[in-house]
């Protein structure tokens, strides 16, 4: 596709199951990023992934949250055990290269936790 | 701690003046400056930006001023439009060890309504 696409666009679950979160970047975009916007703030980083490099994680909440991407597509962020103040929109991002700043999102899966 | 500051939630303004939007940060290290837009069920979508050896950028009818002793950055946008009614982020990022911005930290927005 054109753009970076996300899945699924609505996610509700119940507060202790896992979930996955799906990521296709723009083809040829090396860099990869998944923030999230909690109701009422900013977009918080939470990972970079950026060619075969070591990702990024500094972000990341706690360890239930964990991402991986493979080689320089599609890339998945796990929640585990969910809580409700996982609740949010998560974002995910790529650029041609890391430090681009035209990042390109996607629509975002918001995620409600019951 | 919030770096970055946008202290006007909304803003209304009439088809045809100017749009100005604020921006505040704190931390001396950034040293590139982005403005995103974004429309309702849409991600973010880049705007303008400026790096920190300048002072002003203009994009057509965007310009984004900053003021470095003041730690303050703002959008002017004229004429305004009603296509120009969105959500405002304003970023910033500074360059690592590696040299390299891609971490942004963004404000909570600011949102722009222009009446027709």
């Known amino acids: 596709g054109a753009g970076v696409s996300q899945s699924p666009s609505n996610k509700v679950t119940e507060k202790g199951k896992d979930v996955e979160l799906r990521c296709d970047p723009i083809?040829?975009?090396?860099?990869l990023y998944w923030y999230r916007q909690r109701l009422g703030q900013g977009l918080e980083f939470l990972i970079y992934?950026?060619?075969?490099?070591?990702?990024?994680k500094s972000g990341l909440p706690s360890d239930r949250f964990s991402a991986e991407r493979t080689g320089e597509s599609v890339s998945t962020l796990t929640i585990q055990r969910t809580q409700q103040e996982d609740s949010a929109v998560y974002l995910c991002?790529?650029?041609?290269?890391?430090?681009?700043?035209?990042?390109?999102f996607g629509s975002g899966t918001q995620l409600s936790v019951l | 701690d919030q770096q970055v500051k946008q202290n006007s939630p909304s803003l209304s303004v009439q088809e045809g003046r100017i749009s100005i939007l604020n921006c505040d940060y704190t931390?001396?290290?950034?040293?590139?400056f982005l403005w995103y837009k974004k429309y309702p069920a849409e991600g973010p979508t880049f705007l303008i930006s400026?790096?920190?050896?300048?002072d002003k950028n203009e994009d057509g009818r965007f310009t984004v001023f900053l003021n470095k002793s003041a730690k303050h950055l703002s959008l002017h946008i004229v004429p305004s439009q009603p296509g120009d009614s969105a959500v405002y982020f304003c970023?910033?990022?500074?360059?690592?060890?590696?040299?390299?911005?891609?971490?942004?930290?963004f404000g909570k927005g600011t949102l722009l309504t222009v009446n027709p």
């Open positions: 991002a790529s650029s041609l290269w890391g430090g681009d700043e035209k990042l390109f």
């Open positions: 083809s040829g975009h090396t860099a």
């Open positions: 992934f950026q060619g075969n490099s070591a990702p990024d």
């Open positions: 931390n001396s290290m950034f040293d590139y």
């Open positions: 400026i790096s920190s050896i300048k």
């Open positions: 970023a910033a990022s500074a360059r690592n060890s590696g040299g390299s911005n891609y971490k942004l930290t």
